[in-house]
C-alpha cells in the first residue's frame, strides 16, 4: 500500500510543488495534471488525494500514513469525498449528466469537519463541449474545500476557459531508468523483455507493462524474423499475414514502417548517392503502399484484414527483391 500513497520517483519535482505550496497556504482549488498517458498521472492524483485527505496534519507529514480511517476508507474506492469521473462503459465521452451529478456532489457538506472534497477527471480531454461548459461554474466558484484534479495529455486540447481556471502542474517523463526500474517492481520477465517493452513505450511505464502482458515484445521479435525469412520464401505470406492478426494489426504495420526506415538510413549512411536512389527507391514505395492500407484499414469501409496483410506483405517480399536485384521487375 505504501506505493500508492506516494508518488513515483520521476513525479518528485510535481510533488515538491504541491507539498511548497501547502506550506504557504498556497493550494489551488483546481490543478490541471498534465503528462503523457501511462506515466503515471492517475496515481499521482490519487497519491495527492490521499495525502489531502489524511487525518495527520499536512504540516507534518510528506504523504499520507495509510493507517487513519480516511486513509482506509480511499484505499478501499470508497471514500464519500472523493468523486472521479471517468467515460462511461461502451463510451468515450465524459457527459453532461456527469458534470451535473459533479455539480451535485461538490455542493453537499463533507463526511469530515473542515476536510477537502475531491473532484477527480480523467481525462478531462474526454468531456464532450456541454460537459466541459457545465464545469466551468463550479470551477469559477468551488464551495468549502473542494479540489479538482484534471488529468490531462501535454497535448489536449482544453477549453481555453477550463486551462485558465486551472493551475497548471505538469508531471515529469520517467526516463528509460526509471520505466526500467517500475517494470522490474511489476512484472516477472527477464530483463531483455522488459528494455524491449520500455523502448515500445517511451516514457510510458503502465504501457509498457500492458504491452509485456500481452506478448507484444515477444511477438514482434517473431514477427521480425517472419518478415526477413520471407525474402528466402523460408516463410510464406498467407502464414505470415495469419500470424500477424494475432495482435491487433497496427502494431504489425508499425514494424513493417520502422525496418523499412532502418533500410532506407542504412542506404544513407553507407552508399554513394547513386545507391541510395537506386536501393532506396523500392522501400519507399513500400512505404506509400503501406500508408494506403493502414488509412483502409483505418477507415469505415471494413476491407479485408487478412486480405490486406497478405497485400502488404507481398510489397513487403517484392520490395526485399528489388533491393538484391534493381533491375528485376516487380511481383
Keep these: 500500500m505504501t506505493d500508492q500513497l506516494r508518488p513515483y520517483s520521476w513525479q518528485q519535482p510535481a510533488w515538491d510543488q504541491i507539498l511548497q505550496q501547502s506550506r504557504n497556504d498556497r493550494l489551488a482549488h483546481a490543478y490541471l495534471l498534465s503528462g503523457i498517458a501511462g506515466s503515471g498521472r492517475r496515481h499521482f492524483a490519487a497519491a495527492l488525494s490521499s495525502w489531502l485527505l489524511c487525518e ?5 507529514r510528506t504523504q499520507a500514513c495509510g493507517t487513519c480511517r ?6 478501499s474506492g470508497n471514500h ?6 471517468v467515460p462511461e462503459e461502451n463510451s468515450a465521452a465524459i457527459k453532461i449528466d456527469q458534470i451535473r451529478r459533479l455539480a451535485e456532489f461538490v455542493n453537499q457538506t463533507s463526511n469530515q469537519q473542515n476536510a477537502w472534497q475531491l473532484v477527480i477527471i480523467n481525462p478531462a480531454a474526454a468531456m464532450a463541449a456541454a460537459a466541459a461548459n457545465s464545469l466551468l461554474k463550479s470551477l469559477e466558484e468551488p464551495p468549502g474545500k473542494t479540489l479538482f484534479l484534471l ?3 501535454t497535448s489536449s486540447q482544453l477549453l481555453p476557459t477550463l486551462r485558465s481556471r486551472c493551475q497548471p502542474l505538469p508531471l515529469p517523463v520517467p526516463t528509460l531508468a526509471d520505466t526500467m526500474s517500475w517494470l522490474q517492481q511489476h512484472s516477472a520477465a527477464g530483463t ?25 515484445p ?25 500470424f500477424c492478426e494475432k495482435q491487433p494489426y497496427q502494431y504489425a504495420i508499425k514494424l513493417m514502417l520502422e525496418m523499412s526506415s532502418e533500410r532506407i538510413r542504412q542506404f ?8 541510395v536512389n537506386r536501393l532506396s527507391h523500392p522501400w519507399f514505395r513500400f512505404q506509400r503502399e503501406l500508408q494506403t492500407v493502414n ?5 469505415t469501409a471494413n476491407p479485408n484484414l487478412l486480405m490486406s496483410l497478405e497485400h502488404i506483405l507481398t510489397c513487403w517480399q517484392d520490395a526485399i527483391w528489388k533491393e538484391s536485384d534493381p533491375n528485376s521487375s516487380s511481383a
Aim: proline share 4%; aromatic share 4%; net charge negative.
Design 56 to 60: 495527520q496534519a499536512l504540516a507534518t
Design 70 to 75: 480516511q486513509c482506509l476508507l480511499f484505499a
Design 80 to 85: 464519500p469525498d472523493v468523486l472521479e469521473i
Design 151 to 153: 488529468i490531462s495529455d
Design 192 to 216: 531483455a523483455e522488459l528494455a524491449r517493452a520500455a523502448a515500445l513505450a517511451p516514457g510510458q511505464p503502465y504501457h509498457a507493462l500492458d504491452l509485456l502482458e500481452q506478448g507484444i
Design 218 to 242: 515477444d511477438w514482434r521479435e517473431l514477427l521480425r524474423e517472419k518478415l526477413t525469412a520471407l525474402a528466402d520464401r523460408q516463410e510464406n505470406v498467407t502464414a505470415v499475414a495469419r
Design 268 to 275: 544513407a549512411t553507407q552508399g554513394s548517392a547513386h545507391d
Design 295 to 299: 488509412r483502409q484499414l483505418q477507415s
